[in-house]
């Protein structure tokens, strides 16, 4: 449901971050400053991969 809307007209990937406690969408959700380092470094290589494809 979070990439619902803008799937309408663009594709959508989505990065999921571990939670030790399985909680998503709740105040309570959290994540390790290391896993948000992690996921911001797939990130970074997916754009950069992405933008060196050929179009």
């Known amino acids: 449901h979070d990439g619902m809307s803008i799937g309408a007209i663009t594709d959508v990937g989505m990065l999921f971050l ?10 309570d ?9 992690l996921g911001i470094r797939a990130l970074a290589e997916s754009v950069l991969h992405l933008a060196a494809e050929p179009r």
């Open 18 to 27: 571990r939670n030790p406690d399985g909680i998503s969408h709740h105040p």
């Open 29 to 37: 959700e959290a994540v390790s400053a290391a896993d948000v380092a």
